[in-house]
T-cell receptor, first 113, second 113 residues
Framework: DTAVSQTPKYLVTQMGNDKSIKCEQN?????MYWYKQDSKKFLKIMFS???????INETVPNRFSPKSPDKAHLNLHINSLELGDSAVYFC????????????FGPGTRLTVT | AQSVTQLGSHVSVSEGALVLLRCNYS??????LFWYVQYPNQGLQLLLK??????LVKGINGFEAEFKKSETSFHLTKPSAHMSDAAEYFC???????????FGKGMKLTVNP
């Protein structure tokens, strides 16, 4: 009965590879997000989708491409992985309201070697 | 642009002592403010939020925060620390026309026996 789930929890891969992280929420929320948490614990938004429509697209490399097949799912595909992509990636969801709290998934720790 | 400042990176208290984690915000309009907690190797969990209803906000696990417009602050407190409170705490702001949740850099709380 996990509210926001992500797979995989850990991802270790080599530079140059392409990988995907999947996210699903069963809260009935309209909006989903991807955040990146760096080694210093700093959290920054990457993307946001509302009802499958991209509404926030921060200045991230275009090697990162989000895809939302439906409003309960938001996947993150990363091409040509680089060492600097190593981080923890969090998915989150919320109601479509600025004052609504965001519910976070458990995170995916990506390590690029 | 909205921002929050969490001065310092680490706070250490004794079990049973007062917990005070400071957060100052910068916003041109009244914002929505949040405190999240992150336990080791987990996602973020909402502690409490301010959405202009009441200036003193009570959250989970005995935490509360007071919104002070004159001081642009939203400090988090707990009267008596418990060992289980050891975690990373993040203050965050959203609003004023922006749909991005902006996080502070976090504060690691250590509770000593």
């Amino acid at each position: 009965d996990t509210a926001v789930s992500q797979t995989p929890k850990y991802l270790v891969t080599q530079m140059g590879n392409d990988k995907s992280i999947k996210c699903e929420q069963n809260l009935g929320h309209d909006t989903m997000y991807w955040y990146k948490q760096d080694s210093k614990k700093f959290l920054k938004i990457m993307f946001s989708y509302n009802n499958k429509e991209l509404i926030i697209n921060e200045t991230v490399p275009n090697r990162f491409s989000p895809k939302s097949p439906d409003k309960a799912h938001l996947n993150l595909h990363i091409n040509s992985l680089e060492l600097g992509d190593s981080a923890v990636y969090f998915c989150a969801s919320s109601q479509k309201s600025t004052s609504s709290e965001q519910y976070f998934g458990p995170g995916t720790r990506l390590t690029v070697t | 642009a909205q921002s929050v400042t969490q001065l310092g990176s680490h706070v250490s208290v004794s079990e049973g002592a007062l917990v005070l984690l400071r957060c100052n915000y910068s916003s041109s309009v009244p914002p929505y403010l949040f405190w999240y907690v992150q336990y080791p190797n987990q996602g973020l969990q909402l502690l409490l939020k301010y959405t202009s209803a009441a200036t003193l906000v009570k959250g989970i696990n005995g935490f509360e925060a007071e919104f002070k417009k004159s001081e642009t602050s939203f400090h988090l407190t707990k009267p008596s620390a418990h060992m289980s409170d050891a975690a990373e705490y993040f203050c965050a702001v959203i609003g004023g026309g922006s749909e991005k949740l902006v996080f502070g850099k976090g504060m690691k709380l250590t509770v000593n026996p």
